[in-house]
């Protein structure tokens, strides 16, 4: 079974940056989609971002512009660059991904189990 399993967080100031990891405890064949959702205290997880197998990425409007979502040339790690960080940023992130493992078998819903990452002076 390949797992998701992410990195990165912690405690920054309002205006500084920080690097998530996504890293797939297996190899795999190929990605078709990728994405990083958050959860904040008290609310409902959103999408944040996503990047497809072409490479085409989107992003919350909450985010556009500061954060960029990428992932390795293998597409074993997915990555979010968060920059200019505000407290509201403040939650649980996850990323989640839809692949296909080395025997060709489709896992479209699979779920890291969060990275906290808070954003405060």
């Known amino acids: 079974q390949v797992q998701l399993v992410e990195s990165g967080g912690g405690l920054v100031q309002p205006g500084g940056s920080l690097r998530l990891s996504c890293a797939a405890s297996?190899?795999?064949?190929?990605?078709?989609?990728m994405a990083w959702y958050r959860q904040a205290p008290g609310k409902e997880r959103e999408l944040v971002a996503t990047?497809?197998?072409?490479?085409?990425?989107n992003y919350a409007t909450s985010v556009e512009g500061r954060f960029t979502i990428s992932r390795d040339s293998a597409g074993q790690t997915l990555y979010l660059q968060m920059n200019n960080l505000k407290p509201e940023d403040t939650a649980v992130y996850y990323c989640?991904?839809?692949?296909?493992?080395?025997?060709?078998?489709?896992?479209?819903?699979?779920w890291g189990q969060g990275t906290q990452v808070t954003v405060s002076s």
């Open positions: 989640n991904g839809d692949f296909l493992t080395t025997g060709w078998i489709r896992r479209p819903n699979v």
């Open positions: 297996a190899r795999i064949r190929s990605i078709v989609t």
């Open positions: 990047v497809t197998s072409g490479g085409s990425t």
